[in-house]
């Protein structure tokens, strides 16, 4: 490569990172939008979930087929990123091949780069016939309409387009070092590219050498492209899954948080010693507002679960709320988040990082009080979730702010609630009556 060339690369590296970073400062203002929680215990515990949920990929393969693809394309992805660095290296100091000096080591990683490339294509074909031919019930639901399907299938093209031009380029370089010219020295093992490599005898080397540079340019910018592209596509979870694998819960799945403020209050009335008339504060203070309506009212954890969203759909077919035709979807649950966390976030964006109220709210704008009371609770979407998000975390706090800020409760909860308050159960019947059936011939 000549000067300006590295000149040239030098620039677009710095664009391409440089916009990558001002999306990363964005999802973390965001995401920081949530209140605090705390989630450093158990530093082991997590570190070890982190490992086996998000780079051990240990619950994809509880659909065996969907995982296999999945982790072929998870190690061309973490595999062949291995291979952008010596592009990069290449591209500003003008060599040919970097990492050659690593002699043998460097033929397998250069074999496994071209087998994974092959693995990959086939893969995302498979991917896309299940999309778009097959069309499996979990891609079909009426909340992958639109966006989120073209997204779908935009990411699965772009893989195909930069595999592509990575066989291409490593069969043009393949040919050059076989014909000798210039700085093409003889390294690496091509077990792909060799079979492509014939295609371009007869062609004039000047040909061969314009297709391996223009393969090779492509190639990388189509990486920064797609690096950029993340920030707005589900697959922002191949950077997000790991923290969000290590911040997850660890309590067990039927565990719910109390409320702090309500616990206190409760320990108030019942200790004899207490000041009934005391004002509460520091961690006893009444919130300033009980449970969820938008976005800002829920954690940082929430919001970090709805950018890591992979719109896989699994929490939606396992769903016996969803099965039975109701309303609820677990992952449009998570998407409204996110579309609602990006709507303040333009908001923000548009009046120099505040948030002026836009009339809108997560409740009821996106997501329904309907959707919320058919979830059964059962944490069967948060079981099958491949990196631990937890939809049902968010439906709570939505239906503890419909309860105790709206006293909006279907009918029957509150039938039940006003039985509990009066008569100490869940029935209607007074608690000096609970045994008449025992005389009853």
Request: charged share 20%; proline share 4%.
């Amino acid at each position: 490569m000549s000067f300006l060339d590295n000149i040239l690369f030098a620039i677009l590296l710095a664009v391409g990172a440089g916009y990558f970073t001002i999306n990363v400062k964005k999802l973390i203002r965001n995401i920081n939008l949530g209140h605090d929680i705390n989630r450093k215990d158990n530093s082991s515990e997590r570190w070890k979930n982190m490992m086996m949920i998000a780079f051990g990929q240990s619950k994809m393969v509880k659909r065996p087929v969907a995982g296999f693809l999945h982790i072929i394309v998870y190690a061309g992805f973490v595999i062949i990123n291995i291979e952008v660095i010596e592009i990069i290296i290449d591209g500003l100091f003008g060599t040919h091949r970097a990492l050659s000096f690593m002699g043998g080591f460097y033929n397998v990683l250069i074999a496994s780069f071209e087998i994974l490339a092959v693995l990959v294509l086939v893969a995302v074909f498979v991917f896309w016939m299940r999309r778009n031919v097959i069309k499996l019930a979990r891609f079909a639901n009426s909340d992958l309409n639109g966006a989120p399907k073209n997204d779908a299938n935009y990411i699965l093209y772009f893989e195909v387009v930069l595999m592509s031009l990575f066989l291409i380029m490593n069969s043009a370089d393949l040919h050059l070092q076989q014909l000798g010219i210039g700085h093409y020295d003889k390294v690496g093992s091509f077990p792909i590219s060799q079979f492509i490599a014939p295609f371009f005898n007869g062609m004039s080397e000047g040909i061969v050498v314009v297709i391996e540079r223009a393969s090779w340019w492509l190639h990388i910018i189509g990486i920064l492209i797609f690096l950029n592209y993340l920030y707005f596509s589900k697959h922002l979870h191949i950077l997000l899954a790991f923290p969000n694998t290590f911040y997850a819960d660890l309590n067990a799945k039927g565990k719910l948080d109390n409320l702090e403020s309500v616990t206190n209050e409760v320990k108030l009335m019942m200790d004899p010693n207490a000041d009934p008339f005391a004002a509460p504060s520091g961690s006893e203070a009444v919130p300033a507002k009980f449970g969820a309506s938008d976005v800002q009212d829920l954690n940082w954890v929430q919001l970090l679960n709805a950018y890591s969203c992979t719109e896989c759909g699994r929490c939606t077919s396992s769903c016996p709320a969803n099965q039975t035709g109701k309303k609820l979807s677990p992952r449009k649950i998570m998407m409204d988040t996110r579309d609602r966390l990006e709507e303040v976030g333009k908001n923000m964006d548009a009046n120099k990082g505040i948030f002026i109220p836009d009339g809108k709210s997560l409740l009821n704008d996106y997501i329904t009080a309907e959707e919320l009371w058919a979830c059964t609770s059962c944490n069967a979407c948060v079981e099958e979730c491949p990196i631990s998000i937890s939809p049902l975390s968010i439906i709570i706090d939505m239906r503890r702010y419909l309860v105790m800020e709206q006293s909006a409760a279907p009918t029957e909860l509150n039938t039940v609630m006003t039985n509990i308050e009066n008569n100490g159960a869940p029935w209607q019947y007074n608690q000096m009556d609970r045994l008449n059936w025992s005389n009853e011939a």
